[in-house]
């Protein structure tokens, strides 16, 4: 397989969102991305695998451009969408059955593919349910199903772990990895030391330019604790400090409200108080598209 390569990549909106980058994603490696929100991962992503345009400069696979014209990737590249980008209406099975069927499965094969895919990431009991009844963590792995289950030489995962605990942080870890081993390009944009770590390479963005390395964002935790005057359950906001208990909440997963857009509405399957999970510089979003109800212009 071929490396994907950016080449003097730059994408202007009303800011300029990349500043003329030159990259190379190597075949059989993983690749960590990072960067605080708003930093452009998102957006390298996106002309990486040819939904976006460049405003100047160019991505590359196998000797090809990336960009067709059409903002539909090639059919080398496979994204997992921090969006989801599921079909509400269909079931988990289905989901991911139907990327398959576009690249000239056949259908029955494709159902069974399908199926094996889910079962990778320990959700094929999951199989029939429709995605609105599913959880933020489960979606997401169901996103991850259909984007590996193609074997695509390139797979561009936006925050694929950012909904999911640490022991299924781990299973889609070792999931990438098995594909980054049969030979693909495989990208990881993230927020996550922990899966920057278990990656090969790692660049690190800030405002669109590449950096040898972001300092982490640590803020101040707000909580309510009792008001010790009157014993209720209520009382002041307060920051933990040295003397505040800090004390995670238990994770508790479970369904939630229909995902009829393809957002983030499910609770997450991590216990991280504070976190910046959308990589979407304002209304410069190369996902607005994904997150538009449908029928709205």
Not at 102 to 109: I, S
Not at 259 to 270: I, L, Q, V
Request: aromatic letters at 4%; glycine letters at 10%; a negative charge.
């Amino acid at each position: 397989m071929s490396d994907l390569r950016l080449s003097g990549v730059r994408y202007e909106l009303t800011r300029t969102l990349l500043h003329d980058l030159d990259l190379t994603f190597a075949a059989g490696r993983m690749t960590a991305l990072s960067g605080p929100s708003g930093s452009g991962k998102t957006t390298l992503l996106s002309i990486a695998g040819g939904l976006l345009r460049p405003t100047a400069g160019e991505a590359t696979y196998a000797g090809a451009p990336m960009w067709r014209g059409t903002g539909d990737p090639r059919p080398e590249v496979s994204f997992v969408l921090q969006v989801y980008g599921l079909v509400p209406i269909l079931s988990a099975r289905e989901n991911v059955s139907v990327a398959l069927r576009a690249r000239g499965v056949d259908p029955d094969e494709a159902d069974e593919r399908a199926a094996q895919a889910l079962a990778r990431f320990h959700i094929a009991d999951l199989a029939d349910r429709q995605v609105e009844e599913l959880s933020g963590g489960q979606m997401q792995r169901v996103a991850l199903a259909r984007g590996l289950c193609v074997e695509a030489g390139v797979l561009l995962a936006d925050e694929p772990t950012s909904e999911l605990d640490e022991g299924n942080r781990g299973l889609v870890l070792a999931e990438l990895r098995r594909e980054a081993d049969r030979g693909a390009v495989v990208v990881v944009a993230t927020h996550d030391p922990a899966v920057v770590d278990a990656c090969d390479d790692h660049h690190a963005l800030d405002e669109g330019r590449l950096v040898d390395h972001t300092e982490p964002v640590h803020l101040p935790v707000t909580r309510s604790y009792p008001d010790p005057g009157n014993g209720s359950t209520g009382g002041s906001p307060v920051t933990p400090s040295h003397d505040t208990p800090s004390d995670p909440a238990p994770v508790v997963e479970q369904g939630g409200a229909p995902a009829t857009s393809g957002r983030r509405d499910h609770p997450a399957e991590t216990s991280d108080p504070v976190r910046s999970d959308l990589d979407q510089p304002g209304d410069d979003d190369p996902y607005e598209l994904f997150r538009r109800p449908p029928g709205s212009p």
